[in-house]
C-alpha cells in the first residue's frame, strides 16, 4: 500500500510563500496525475494543482501566477510552491496521486498539512 505523507505548512504571513512536499512511500512514476487539494473550513476540498507523468499541469484560477507544481520521480516527491500567499489560501491542503489498478483508477490520499496565512 503506497502512502502519502504531506509536509512544510505552517502560519505565514500574507504576500509571504511556502513549499509543500508529498513523498510516496513507494514510486510515484507508478501514478499518471499527482495533484495538490485544499478544504477550508465549511468549504468542499477543491483542486489547486495538478501534474501528470508528462509533467502536463493543470491549475485552479485562484492560485495561476502564484502556486508551482512540480514532481520529481527520483525522489518520489511533488512539489507545490506557493508564493504572494492570501489569507484565502488557508486551508488544509492535501495530497494525491492517481493510477491504474486491475483496470480501475484508484486514488491515494496524504493525511493533509495546515496552511495559515494571515493578514
Known amino acids: 500500500q503506497v502512502q502519502l505523507v504531506e509536509s512544510g505548512g505552517g502560519l505565514v504571513q500574507a504576500g509571504g510563500s511556502l513549499r509543500l512536499a508529498c513523498a510516496a512511500s513507494?514510486?510515484?512514476?507508478?501514478?499518471?496525475?499527482m495533484g495538490w487539494y485544499r478544504q477550508a473550513p465549511g468549504k468542499q476540498r477543491e483542486l489547486v494543482a495538478s501534474?501528470?507523468?508528462?509533467?502536463?499541469?493543470n491549475y485552479a484560477d485562484s492560485v495561476k501566477g502564484r502556486f508551482s507544481i512540480s514532481r520529481d520521480n527520483a525522489k518520489n516527491t511533488v512539489y507545490l510552491q506557493m508564493n504572494n500567499l492570501k489569507p484565502e489560501d488557508t486551508a488544509v491542503y492535501y495530497c494525491?496521486?492517481?493510477?491504474?489498478?486491475?483496470?480501475?483508477?484508484?486514488?491515494?490520499w496524504g493525511q493533509g498539512t495546515q496552511v495559515t496565512v494571515s493578514s
Open positions: 513507494g514510486s510515484i512514476s507508478s501514478f499518471t496525475t
Open positions: 494525491k496521486g492517481q493510477r491504474w489498478r486491475l483496470g480501475r483508477l484508484i486514488d491515494y
Open positions: 501534474i501528470t507523468t508528462g509533467a502536463l499541469t
